[in-house]
């Protein structure tokens, strides 16, 4: 190998003094902190001496990286490579120091990694031990970054990788060298619970919190100060707490970042990827901390609905949407590596479910998790160990359904498909532009449905589909510039005429509402959905604009994949416009076709059309370059009057005949109530916008509602989307009583069914009753 080159620097570096006692010694001495150094590092090289095929491709490829930058960028005065300016006549560049502490961090990781080409090299090791000190000039107690710059860099970005980069490099780093990087993250990170944002005191909340936290807790161990370990072990309990409003986890499993931006994917995954390495460490040594048990169902609860088939759903993956890191299969891929980080430390109860859940998910993981681990070698290997273990049974049959009230969004999963529809609301925000990132997120809160079937039909879709026709919306034509349209607590305020947002669900089954006023008060509309086993039943009303239209799909396809409308072969890009009574979408390799049927004697003016031309570059949802040319898009939308309505039904991946007759029939679609009846499960559904008769159902209050007839039975499930302190009431018709109601919720009076839904924050509450007879 060439030598790195170090004639044209100096490698001491002035300005590096001791910190005293509040750094303790910086040898790593106690047993304890040796315990939690070999297992942090661990997640980054791996447990064992030997590599499999993959794992020894994948140590290849980032030795080829090294031995380039080796014989490529040599070190020099101003910065460390040449391809990475860190010019600082006016500012600080923080972007350009992250990304040169993270390809020093993936030199660490090549000099540690066993069985690899530079496992323990000299030349290596100098030139990581020589590029500390460089960097070192940028990053330190006397550095004041320029207004303009990102807090996240200097605050988290940065110091949490150096400090991973001292642990792995251990006994070689010099005390000068850990003795500067404790004075710096204590420059910008003094606190475990604090982050400093536009030059104010911030407290650091959900995944910053972790991060802020990590940042002191590995100082305290490179400085073996057990103090400033407990300190930063201590400030983290507090995240796993149940909040009401703001960041945090709620009940009803809901994760909140940016103060009312549904962000489980991509913020929710940073905390659990952090915390799930604070915790595998710290149990790897003797020292009592806090107990942080509560994390485990938090797993299961608020992330495990939300993943399907290796895949996050895309609509609480926030602004990472529009970048190409950000695209579903890629998140899926890296919550799979956090709950992998809590296996070996969950207890009992939680271990088997934990590891069946992953083993079902890279099982039917059209991606392969295991061909894009993100590098997390500890987490590859025991992913290996699960998958090769035959006494874990993946986790089977996912007929259930779910609400996150707290973040307006519904989760409705089959065997073969996932539903989702994401709101918002006066509680929660409708998207977010931020950093130049989401720049046509306009319309992903305003009711838009998301349906994950075996088809990979989200990956690149943001880029290339029209952002004006997402599925499920109701919109109005309008011209908008990037980041316009938004309504949360950062921008432009959430939409206060939204009150009715939410649904609810009996076992498996669900509704959900929406009384939608668009972000400029233009547009209005009641929507709903109800949702079975074969069947999602989509109804509007009270649509106020004349120029509205409902977009009933927007569907990425393959070109050759083949459109049917009303049975017959249409894939012309021309559009038919008119009465459509059954679209089908024939995805190749996928048994049955994706079919829409268009209910009733609704006059809905339709257009269909097999899009093959669709283009656009990264550069136009976010801060990514690089284009995606001639995807193919199905799009079908409906055409609104004043005060029109819609009713479709979705079948996922069904085969309809013309013989077929649908077990649905649609009850009420106005401004009292949207309504439904499913024949063959024998269900009533209704959302009840003000009081009045749907079916077998007289709604006294606003509420949504469900009921199962049992034969000599009802099993009711209800909420108030509203959140009205007033409890909802409901009559049923004939004569019925309850007989079972855990919470004693429940009171009737005169035939009236009172439900006291207070302190329930819009969550359904399910009671049985009998019917009686006369």
């Not at 059954?582 to 809905?604: F, S």
Request: aromatic share 10%.
């Amino acid at each position: 190998m060439n030598a790195f080159r170090l004639s044209a620097i100096t490698v001491a570096l002035t300005g590096l003094v001791g910190c005293g006692s509040d750094c303790g010694d910086g040898k790593q001495s106690t047993t304890q902190f040796s315990q939690f150094s070999t297992h942090w590092n661990s997640y980054y090289i791996g447990h064992s001496s030997s590599l499999d095929p993959d794992l020894k491709q994948t140590v290849d490829n980032l030795n080829a990286d090294v031995q380039g930058w080796l014989t490529t960028y040599p070190l020099y005065q101003d910065g460390v490579w040449l391809g990475i300016s860190l010019n600082t006549r006016s500012s600080a560049p923080g972007s350009s120091i992250n990304s040169a502490y993270q390809r020093l961090l993936t030199m660490a990781r090549v000099y540690n990694i066993y069985g690899g080409a530079l496992y323990q090299d000299e030349d290596l090791k100098q030139a990581i031990l020589a590029s500390l000190d460089i960097l070192g000039r940028y990053y330190s107690e006397n550095t004041t970054p320029a207004e303009s710059e990102n807090w996240w860099n200097w605050q988290i970005g940065i110091p949490k990788t150096a400090n991973t980069i001292l642990l792995l490099m251990g006994e070689h780093v010099e005390q000068s060298v850990l003795t500067h990087y404790h004075n710096a993250t204590k420059h910008f990170v003094p606190h475990p619970d604090q982050i400093m944002v536009g030059g104010k005191v911030k407290p650091a909340t959900g995944a910053n919190l972790i991060d802020v936290a990590q940042v002191v807790l590995l100082r305290g161990v490179l400085s073996d100060d057990l103090n400033e370990f407990h300190r930063a072990v201590e400030a983290i309990a507090p995240v796993l707490d149940v909040v009401e409003s703001g960041d945090g986890f709620y009940r009803d499993g809901s994760f909140i970042q940016h103060e009312d931006i549904p962000y489980t994917g991509t913020y929710g995954n940073e905390l659990i990827k952090g915390l799930g390495m604070i915790i595998g460490a710290v149990k790897a040594t003797d020292i009592q901390t806090e107990n942080l048990d509560g994390i485990y169902p938090i797993l299961l609860n608020s992330f495990a609905p939300l993943m399907v088939d290796g895949r996050m759903m895309d609509f609480v993956n926030g602004r990472a949407i529009s970048r190409q890191s950000g695209q579903t299969h890629k998140v899926g891929h890296a919550v799979i590596n956090s709950m992998l980080s809590y296996v070996e430390t969950a207890p009992s109860e939680f271990k088997q479910p934990l590891k069946a859940f992953i083993k079902q998910q890279i099982n039917s993981d059209s991606q392969h998790y295991l061909s894009e681990f993100g590098l997390a070698f500890g987490h590859y290997q025991l992913a290996k160990e699960i998958l090769a273990d035959s006494t874990i049974k993946a986790t089977t049959n996912r007929d259930s359904h779910k609400q996150f009230p707290s973040m307006d969004r519904v989760v409705h999963h089959r065997d073969d498909y996932t539903f989702g529809i994401a709101m918002h609301s006066s509680r929660v925000g409708n998207y977010e532009y931020m950093g130049n990132e989401n720049k046509k997120g306009w319309y992903t809160g305003d009711g838009m449905t998301y349906l994950y079937n075996q088809q990979d039909h989200y990956t690149n879709y943001w880029v290339a589909v029209d952002s004006t026709k997402l599925p499920g919306t109701t919109v109005v034509p309008e011209d908008l510039s990037a980041g316009d349209g938004q309504r949360s607590q950062q921008s432009g305020g959430r939409q206060t005429d939204i009150q009715w947002a939410g649904g609810t669900q009996l076992h498996q089954y669900g509704a959900a509402g929406f009384d939608f006023t668009n972000h400029d008060g233009a547009l209005k509309a009641k929507k709903s959905w109800f949702m079975f086993d074969d069947e999602i039943v989509a109804l509007g009303s009270n649509i106020e604009n004349t120029n509205a239209y409902t977009v009933i799909e927007n569907r990425k396809i393959n070109a050759a994949d083949d459109l049917y409308l009303n049975d017959e072969r249409h894939n012309s890009s021309d559009a038919l416009v008119g009465s459509v009574a059954k679209v089908e979408i024939y995805i190749d390799r996928q048994a049955n076709p994706m079919t829409y049927l268009l209910l009733g004697d609704v006059e809905q003016e339709v257009s269909v059309s097999k899009q093959c031309s669709r283009s656009g570059n990264w550069s136009e949802v976010g801060t990514g370059n690089g284009n995606v040319e001639n995807t193919c898009f199905v799009e079908a939308t409906i055409s609104h009057g004043i005060n029109d309505t819609y009713q479709y039904v979705i079948l996922p991946n069904t085969k309809v005949d013309t013989d077929y007759i649908s077990p649905i029939s649609v009850i009420r679609n106005d401004a009292v109530a949207h309504s439904v009846e499913h024949a063959e499960l024998s269900i009533t559904s209704a959302n009840f916008w003000a009081a009045g008769i749907a079916g077998i159902i007289e709604a006294k209050t606003p509420m949504s509602i469900l009921i199962q007839d049992l034969g000599e039975q009802y099993a009711v499930s209800i909420s108030d989307p509203t959140r009205s302190p007033i409890p909802v009431e409901f009559k049923i018709t004939g004569t019925s009583q309850v007989i079972e109601d855990k919470n004693q919720r429940v009171t009737t009076s005169h035939g009236i069914h009172s439900v006291d839904l207070s302190e329930l924050a819009g969550e359904s509450y399910t009671f049985k009753m009998s019917k009686v007879s006369l």
